[in-house]
């Protein structure tokens, strides 16, 4: 698993906003500890590598981070704790899921001791590998006019349709059994969830010939107003 980030990827990262957040991983192992899961490398190399990077998740902002800076009164489905992780009634972790999302109500973000990164379920091999996929896109965007290719619904069906078509386009190095990133210089995607989520970005212009007879999403027309 890559554990070094490429430019882009790092160029990426210096957009968002960084808190200082546990420097020292000897509190971040303690609180691995404490709930008796192992102290594993992938772990350690995502706290050293992006904890503190605020980013937003269903809509609330936090810090990265498998442990909160101090514990304080949430409102929250969750008790406050410092490590997120599943937590059963004898107090012992459940699974092996760590929380890495400093926002309770966010615990839909996590990784998993081995370094597999979870958003509301499997996301990629590891965060790094996550980071470099979006990186990709944003990258696209940043230095193409573009438009986004919106579907008329989020359908296992078009990304299969989808995944046919741009085989040729597949960027190996971005993509893992969880999510997949095809490029050229006319389009980005980025799909993911077994098809539930795909993301397409496409140069101004003739929408590309890859992109042809799919179900798009077209806005409702606005009603007019009427006139007194």
Excluded at 49 to 78: C, K, M, N, Q
Excluded at 189 to 204: K, M, P, T
Aim: hydrophobic letters at 40%; charged letters at 25%; glycine letters at 8%.
């Amino acid at each position: 698993m890559a554990t070094v980030l490429s430019d882009r990827a790092q160029r990426f990262l210096q957009t968002l906003e960084r808190w200082p957040h546990v420097a020292d991983l000897k509190r971040v192992r303690a609180a691995i500890k404490a709930v008796g899961l192992p102290v594993t490398q992938p772990v350690l190399d995502f706290h050293k590598t992006f904890a503190g990077y605020v980013i937003d998740v269903w809509g609330e902002r936090g810090p990265l981070g498998i442990i909160h800076p101090e514990i304080v009164a949430v409102e929250s489905w969750f008790e406050p704790m410092e490590v997120g992780c599943y937590i059963g009634t004898d107090g012992k972790a459940e699974g092996s899921l760590l929380a890495c999302a400093d926002i309770h109500i966010s615990w839909e973000l996590m990784i998993d001791l081995d370094g597999t990164f979870y958003c509301n379920g499997p996301e990629s091999s590891s965060y790094f590998l996550w980071t470099e996929q979006t990186a990709f896109m944003w990258d696209f965007s940043m230095t193409r006019k573009w438009r986004q290719v919106r579907f008329a619904a989020d359908n296992p069906r078009v990304a299969a349709t989808l995944a046919r078509r741009l085989v040729n386009f597949r960027i190996d190095d971005l993509s893992d059994q969880h999510g997949q990133v095809y490029g050229t210089d006319r389009f980005a995607v980025s799909s993911g969830h077994n098809g539930q989520r795909c993301n397409v970005l496409a140069i101004e212009g003739e929408l590309p010939e890859e992109f042809a007879d799919l179900d798009l999403y077209r806005p409702p027309k606005q009603k007019s107003k009427a006139k007194h």
